[in-house]
Antibody, heavy 120, light 105 residues
Framework: EVQLVESGGGLVQPGGSLRLSCAAS????????MNWVRQAPGKGLEWVSY????????YYADSVKGRFTISRDNAKNSLYLQMNSLRAEDTAVYYC?????????????WGKGTTVTVSS | SYELTQPLSVSVALGQTARITCGGN??????VHWYQQKPGQAPVLVIY???NRPSGIPERFSGSNSGNTATLTISRVQAGDEADYYC????????FGGGTLLTVL
């Protein structure tokens, strides 16, 4: 069964850091592009970041560029999102999802999400 | 930056056809994808590359894309189709529409 399981969410103070993880199983992770998408409470979906299967190509949303870093460890079938300088507006459920390479770029398998709350 | 416009809500009677639009400048030149999200759940891809259904998605779901409007059509709407629906394209970054709440009457 194809599965993505996020972890690492929690409560953090503004300006703090958090590292999210996404464990993949049931498919050849090293052949899949991946991305993170978030959803603030009561709001719509917002794309956060993309990483190619090799890790050599990376994109970020303007809202997180310079603060968030996406990475992957294909040997561990894992995707990561290092989040620094967190702000209240980063509060959201963070989903990892498989992606196809641009320009087609759609997300066909999603995890259940992990919740990040930035608050003092 | 590229913007996608969706109606906030669409209502349809049980068994009828629902059409959810997604507007964008020359969106017909882009690949449009659609996601369904039920409360408390992760999104599910229901249409990719304008009109293709992933395996497991009923044939009742279809999509089209031309000019400045893409459309998700759900035929013979069921109560279980009630959800938020999001369109999405790639324009140097992934862009989502604001989402449309489908209500089944």
């Amino acid at each position: 069964e194809v599965q993505l399981v996020e972890s690492g969410g929690g409560l953090v103070q503004p300006g703090g850091s958090l590292r999210l993880s996404c464990a993949a199983s049931g498919f050849i992770f090293s052949s899949c592009e991946m991305n993170w998408v978030r959803q603030a409470p009561g709001k719509g979906l917002e794309w956060v970041s993309y990483i190619s299967d090799s890790g050599r190509t990376i994109y970020y949303a303007d809202s997180v560029k310079g603060r968030f870093t996406i990475s992957r460890d294909n040997a561990k079938n894992s995707l990561y999102l290092q989040m620094n300088s967190l702000r209240a507006e980063d509060t959201a459920v963070y989903y990892c999802a498989t992606a196809t390479a641009p320009p087609f770029y759609y997300m066909d398998v999603w995890g259940k999400g992990t919740t990040v709350t930035v608050s003092s | 930056s590229y913007e996608l416009t969706q109606p906030l809500s669409v209502s349809v009677a049980l068994g009828q056809t629902a059409r959810i639009t997604c507007g964008g400048n020359n969106i017909g030149s882009k690949n449009v994808h659609w996601y369904q999200q039920k409360p408390g759940q992760a999104p599910v891809l229901v249409i990719y590359r304008d009109s293709n259904r992933p395996s497991g998605i009923p044939e009742r779901f279809s999509g089209s894309n031309s000019g400045n409007t893409a459309t998700l059509t759900i035929s013979r709407v069921q109560a279980g189709d009630e959800a938020d629906y999001y369109c999405q394209v790639w324009d140097s970054k992934a862009v989502f529409g604001g989402g449309t709440l489908l209500t089944v009457l």
